[in-house]
C-alpha cells in the first residue's frame, strides 16, 4: 500500500514540506538538495537488514548484497578523496567524530580545537558533549584584526598540553584551511592530526578547496553538506593501523547495525561527486559565495573574516543596526521565503539564542542552478526583507517575489 493510502498525514506533510523547499531559497549552508537517484537509494528496502559487522565479515546471514554496496561506497570514498581506508558507516558526522576521538585517544586525553563560539562544532569539545564529557578539551583562537585561525596561538595551545590530537575543520568557517600548518605544528608536539571536512568536503573532492589528505592522519566528514548526499557520516585514513582502531570504534565500539540503506544512498552520491560536473558545481558554489559577500558587504553588512573563500559566510548585522539581533533577522528572512540560521560572529556580546550575526551558504541555491546574476537577487531579496522587519505586507510581497524566482530553478531530478 502506498504511503497516501496507508497514512495521509505523514503523507500530506511530506508532500507540504516538498512545496516548502520548493518554494524557498535554501541558504543554510549546512544543507543542500539530493538527487532523486539519492533518495531512492535511501527509501529503497535496504532499511530492512541488520548487517552488524563489515563486508565479508557480517554477523548476520544474507548479506550478500550489503558487502557489494558498502564496498562500492568505501571504494567511491577511496578514490574521491584520494585516501587508503574509509569507514562509511557513521550515521552521522557527530557519530564520525566520537568514533575517531576513540580511535585516536584514551579517556583523558586532550585534544586541542576550536570552540563553538568562534566557528566549531559541537563534537568538538563543547562542554555536555561526550567530546568534553570523556576527553579533555583545550581551546587555540581566531586572530582578533583578521578572524582568521591564529596559528601561534594553535602553537601556544599545543605545546602547554601537549594534546595527543589537534583538531581542525570548522561549522562557520569561511576562510581556506591551512591543513599542512596544522600537521606541522602537530609533529612538533608528537600529536595526531584531525580533519573534520565535513562543510567543504564537497569543494574538497570538487578542487575548489585544497585536501586534507596527505595532512591529516584522520578525516571525518558528514555526507549530507557539500557532498550532497543523504544524511551520515564518514571517517577516512591512510595509516592501516588507524584504520583498524577505527573500524572497531565505530563498530562495536559506538554503534550496532549500520544504516544500510544509507550507505547505498551514500554509495550513489560519491558516484555523482565522482562525475567531472561535481567539479564544475563546486567551484560554482564557491562563485556564488564570493558574489553573495560582495553584494552585502556593497549594501553596508559586514561579513566576518572581511569575505569567503569557501561555501559560507557569517553576516554581521551591527553595521546594519545595533539593535537587529540574529534570531530576529532569521525570522524574519523566513517570512520572505529565504531560509538561514542565526549565529554568533566570533566575540558576539549576544548569547548564542540571540546572537549578532547569521551564516549563509551556496551549496543548496548552486545545486538548484542559481548563478552570480541570481544570487544579485538574492542579496536584494535578503537586504529589503530586513530593512522591512516589520513591514508583513512587504515581507509578502518578496515572499511572492522568491516562489516566483524558485519557479525558475526547479528541484534537482
Ligand atoms: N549542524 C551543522 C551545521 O549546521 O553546520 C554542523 O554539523
Do not use: W
Request: charged share 25%.
Amino acid at each position: 500500500m502506498s504511503l497516501e493510502q496507508s497514512d495521509p498525514q505523514v503523507f500530506d506533510l511530506i508532500r507540504k514540506e516538498a512545496q516548502r523547499q520548493e518554494s524557498t531559497l535554501e541558504l543554510i549552508a549546512s544543507e543542500n538538495h539530493v538527487s532523486t537517484a539519492v533518495r531512492e537509494a535511501a527509501g529503497s528496502v535496504l532499511t530492512n537488514k541488520y548487517a552488524e559487522g563489515y563486508p565479508g565479515a557480517r554477523y548476520y546471514q544474507g548479506c550478500g548484497y550489503y558487502d557489494q554496496v558498502e564496498q562500492l561506497a568505501i571504494d567511491r570514498a577511496k578514490q574521491l578523496f584520494g585516501c587508503k581506508h574509509a569507514n562509511v558507516q557513521p550515521h552521522s558526522g557527530a557519530n564520525a567524530n566520537l568514533a575517531a576521538m576513540m580511535a585516536l585517544m584514551q579517556p583523558g586525553d586532550s585534544f586541542i580545537s576550536i570552540n563553538l563560539a568562534s566557528g566549531g562544532h559541537l563534537s568538538h569539545g563543547m562542554k555536555l558533549n561526550a567530546s568534553a564529557i570523556f576527553y579533555r578539551p583545550g581551546h587555540y583562537e581566531l586572530d582578533p584584526k583578521t578572524e582568521t585561525i591564529d596559528f601561534d596561538s594553535v602553537r601556544a595551545k599545543a605545546k602547554e598540553l601537549r594534546p595527543k590530537v589537534i583538531l581542525c575543520g570548522y561549522s562557520a568557517y569561511s576562510r581556506i584551511i591551512d591543513f599542512a600548518r596544522f600537521r606541522a605544528i602537530a609533529d612538533e608536539v608528537d600529536a595526531k592530526m584531525m580533519a573534520d571536512v565535513a562543510h567543504i568536503a564537497g569543494l574538497i573532492v570538487g578542487g575548489a578547496h585544497p585536501s586534507a589528505f596527505p595532512h591529516a592522519h584522520v578525516v571525518t566528514t558528514t555526507t549530507h553538506k557539500t557532498l550532497r548526499g543523504p544524511r551520515g557520516g564518514l571517517i577516512m585514513t591512510n595509516d592501516d593501523d588507524l584504520a583498524k582502531s577505527i573500524n572497531r570504534s565505530v563498530f562495536p565500539g559506538s554503534q550496532g547495525g549500520p544504516l544500510m540503506h544509507i550507505i547505498a544512498a551514500k554509495a550513489v552520491a560519491f558516484g555523482e561527486d565522482l562525475r567531472p560536473e561535481f567539479k564544475t558545481y563546486a567551484a560554482q558554489v564557491v562563485k556564488n559565495a564570493k558574489t553573495l559577500a560582495d553584494s552585502l558587504t556593497a549594501k553596508g553588512y559586514r561579513i566576518v573574516s572581511g569575505g569567503t573563500d569557501n561555501h559560507l559566510m557569517l553576516v554581521d548585522l551591527r553595521p546594519i543596526s545595533m539593535d537587529l539581533t540574529g534570531v530576529e533577522v532569521a525570522v524574519t528572512l523566513e517570512k520572505a521565503g529565504i531560509i538561514t540560521n542565526f549565529n554568533g560572529v566570533p566575540n558576539d556580546p549576544r548569547p548564542p539564542r540571540q546572537t549578532s550575526g547569521i551564516r549563509l551558504g551556496t551549496p543548496a541555491l548552486t545545486t538548484r542552478g542559481l548563478k552570480e546574476n541570481d544570487i544579485k537577487l538574492v542579496a536584494d531579496f535578503i537586504d529589503r526583507a530586513i530593512r522591512s522587519k516589520s513591514d508583513d505586507a512587504t515581507l509578502s510581497k518578496i515572499r511572492n517575489e522568491v516562489a516566483e524566482m524558485c519557479k525558475k530553478f526547479p528541484m534537482p531530478h
